[in-house]
Structures are given as structure tokens and as C-alpha cells.
């Protein structure tokens, strides 16, 4: 049907081609496909004095102090406003569109037709694409929709179908460059796997420095030892790749091995869940085995979260690895009412400028929403240095932050080379072995929130008052990773800072253990309490020498206090717990 009605561009909407991608043809204009519009929140959620007190990136409230939203309160407060849902619904209706979902709480409404119908609703430019070796539909430009629905509609998200992020999981056989060790072939692996004997305790190796287990860790970083994540829930979000029929393939962990490692620890089996989470095309799984690197971020962060809380239950949450897909998983765990997940591990990211303006807004909607919950997001920053761009060919010569770390409501983890026995730290510093390196630096699309006003957060490059990323650190290096037991039962030590969101995401659940016993709300948006921390605070071990320069970029180097590299340093579990009243 024509729209004979004036049309306007969805802000931040425009997309650009892969550089590797090569046009093989025209889509089929009669396949059915589906698409999500992510709507406004309703007029009437403006901050108000619970919503205030945990989404602002203003408020320095201690956990007792603040009121955070039900999620059964949620769609009333904070969700989209119903006539605009009937708004966007009268208008795919005029365009032959069927509604398949439309969420309140999620502020989300996805539409199924045809590619023909779709993009005479939307005017996409659609093309099929070759990107390595798999086949895509892939948009470039804006996105229009009627005047009368600019101000409703923030991004409309599933005509490109191209993956959205990466893990950031650094294999030690990686980092070392070695070439030798023995592979999982015969299971279907594209990792190298490493061998070595699967003893308990730190091990040293070849690389230098000594591995942990992921509990030696926590003893290192002086966590609560009488917490153990009772009656909290870890969600951990994780990405499936996907073949040509949407069907996921690879990503995943295997129960029995999960049992055997947990067993080997000394430490209670974790309750373990695995929640497939409907998007765009095609609903994700846990399908472990055809890709060692998906498979080993899952494994690490199941592992490293349930090590140290072995007593919270933790729930996966499986999407397609899509930007569609992406946000999907974030907001079901977001809006679990089941297992209600306290706080929230994401070790998936991408560099911020290969997304579009119009993901970055309806992703961090999404963690303004957790702020509003009181759950934290604890994002890894990357490990790619200060160019978090992994590729050669895809490299600038400029520095980036990785997304979604870079936003201001997420808990952004950097990551250090640790050495150290027993309940010491003998020396710690930024990591970066030449081949990987923490993430850092500072956002070009988010603004310096005014936690970080007096943090001496640098201008960007190009001169942006943004976002300073990392807020925190913990140990990354490969060469002094974490022992880990793979899909498979083969064992490996792994590092980056995939391990530090789950590392910290299972000091939270220790914490909001501690608050709920006392009767107090959960740690929520904790940055603003870290930032207001004195600069004495014995709660973080202040990271002071190396850089994160891999690229020879010239950014960016350690410094006492805040810095791009490694934020404000590792954690002293016991401190900071008494710090937020734990």
C-alpha cells in the first residue's frame, strides 16, 4: 500500500556497509522476515523519586537509600505508553504487517511480512551480501517512518542481519602464539585447545606468571569468604552464530562438565539454566560444540560467576548474534520474573562506532531500565587496547571504546596481568602482552556522566567530553588467566576481560547476598557509590604502571587513581562491601 504521507529519517538510523562484503544479488521481495520497533518510554516516566534515586547517572545514594522499581511495576512506570503502541500498530497494519509481539515493558514491538511490504513501510536499503563465507541481508542508509510517529519510534532493529559483537575471551594458546598444542578437531572445534594435566591451585607455565583457579582469585581480591551468592541470581548473556535458516549453531556448555570442574574446586555445584530468547528470525539455544571460542566464553563465564558465588543460581540467557538479538537477551533478563536476576554478566561487545546511533540509544534505554530495576550490568571493555578493533584491515589509526561498556549505565571491566600466592598480591599491572590488551579510553556517543566529573576523565581524540572507560579492573592476562575446563572435558586457561565481567558479577551477588539480609535493596547502578569513594579508599588496589597501547596509537597509560586503562582499579571485595553497608 502507498504511504503518500510526509516521511522522516529515524535519527541515528543510517548504516554502513562491511568493508568485506561483496552484493551477490537481490533479496527474494516475497520472504518473510521480521523486524522490532523499539519504541519511547511513556511521557510519564520521568524521574521521579524511585526512579531517580537508581537511574540517574547522577545519584550517589547508598543501596539502603534508594527505591528501585518491581518489575511487575515496571510497564506502568517506566514501559512504552500503550497509544503509542496502537499508534505503530495502525501503522503496520496499513502496510500488510502482522504484530507478533508487543511489549510494554520492553518498549519493543515486532512485526513479521514481506521483504516487500517491510520496506515499503520502512524504505530500507536491502542487499544480499556475501560476508566471509556466509550469506546476509545486509541494510545500508536510514530508516523512514511518517512524521507523526518521529518522536515515538527510537530505532527499528532486524533488517540487517550481520553479526553484532564478539566475545572478548583470550585463549593463553592465543596470547602466546603457539601452534602446537592439540586441537579438538574431531569435536568440531576452530580453537586450538591446550593440554596439561587438571590439578587444582595456580600453575606456572611457559608464558610467564602462574594461572588461578577462578576461587584463588577471589581470595587474592580479599572477597566476603561468609557470602556466597545465597538467593541471588547471576543472568549471563550469551551470542549465538547462526546459519542461513536462522538456526544457531555453536555456543554453549555442557552440564556434566560444569559438574566435574565445580566438583574439582571443593565448591557447591551451581543451579545452572539455559533460557533461549526469542528475536528477530530465530530463537537462540544452548548448542555447544562447533566453535571452541563460543563454547569457552560461555564455559569461563559460567565458571568464574559460580565459583565465587557457588550459591546464586545462574540463568544463560541464548540470542542470536544480531543487534536485534543482542537487545532481546538484555531485556529478558531484564524482565525475567522467574528468576529475577540481581545482576547481569555481559562479556559481548563491539567497538562503539560499528554500531549505529539508534542501537547504542535503544541498547542503553535498556540499561537505564536495570538502573530502574536496581540490577547492575557488568560489561567487559574489550581486549583490543585503546583501538578495540581486533582486524588489521579494520583498523583507523584511531582509538575506541567498546559498547556496551562505554555506556554510563553499565559497569565497564577492564583487565591487569596479576601476580600473586595465597591472600597476596605481589605486583599488579595493566594488562597488555603484545597481543592483547584491556580496553579503555573514552566514548565519542555518550557523554562524561557526572559521577566522573571529578575523575580527570581526558577529552576524546576528537576532543569529546565523554564517557571514561573502565570503572574497574580485575586480572585478564592470559598468562596469569584462569584454569577452566572446556566443552569436552579438555582443560585451558583462559583470560581477557570476558572473565572480569562474570568475575565481578559474582562479587556483586556476594554483596546483595549481605544487603538482603539485612533487609536492604540490592547494589543496583553502582558506579556512582565507586566514584565517590575517597581517593585513600582501601576498596580498590590503585593499578599505576603500563598502558593499553597496543597499536602504538599513544593512548593510554596508567596513572594513580582513575584511568583509561584499568578505571579505578581491582577490587577489595571486604572493603567495598563495608563501603556500600554490606
Known sequence: MADSRKRVVVPGSEKKALPNAKIVGKLDPNERIEITV???????????????????????????QRQ?????????????????VVQVEAFAKEHNLTVVEASLQKRAIRLAGTIRDLTAAFEPNLKKSRVGSRIVRMRTGGISVPTDLKDVVVAVMGFDDRPAARPHVRFLSESSGNTGRKTAASKGSKKPRATKPEKKGAKPHAGGGSSFDPPEVARLYDFPPNLQGEGQCIGIIELNDFDQDHNPTGTGFSLSDLKTYFASLGVPVPNVNAIGVSSNDGTGANVPGTDANADGEVMLDIEVAGAVAPKANIAVYFALNTDDGFLAAL????????RKPSVISISWGSSEDAN???????????????????????????DDGSSDIRKPADRDGAPHVDFPASSPFALACGGTRLVGSGASIADETVWNDGRGATGGGVSNHFPRPAYQSTSGVPKSPTGN???GVPD??????????YNVRLVGGDPDIIGGTSAVAPLWAGLIALMNEGLSKQGKPPVGLINPILYQLPAASSS????????????GLGKYAA????????????????????AIGV
Open 38 to 64: 523499539v519504541i519511547r518510554p511513556r511521557s510519564d516516566a520521568a524521574p521521579n523519586g524511585r526512579v531517580a534515586a537508581s537511574a540517574s547517572d547522577t545519584s550517589r545514594q547508598l543501596p539502603e
Open 68 to 84: 528501585y522499581l518491581s518489575r511487575e511495576s515496571f510497564a506502568a512506570e517506566r514501559g512504552a505508553d500503550p497509544k503509542d
Open 331 to 338: 531485556n529478558t533478563a531484564l524482565h525475567d520474573n522467574v
Open 356 to 382: 549505529t546511533q539508534q542501537a547504542l540509544t535503544a541498547f542503553n534505554q535498556a540499561l537505564q531500565d536495570a538502573a530502574a530495576l536496581g540490577v547492575t550490568v557488568c560489561c567487559s571493555a574489550g
Open 465 to 467: 567530553v565523554g564517557r
Open 472 to 481: 574497574v579492573a580485575g586480572d585478564a592476562d592470559p598468562h596469569t588467566g
Open 540 to 551: 580498590f588496589h590503585d593499578i599505576v604502571n603500563g598502558n593499553n597501547d597496543l597499536e
Open 559 to 578: 596513572r594513580p587513581s582513575w584511568d583509561p586503562c584499568t578505571g579505578l582499579g581491582s577490587p577489595d571485595g571486604k572493603a567495598l562491601a563495608a
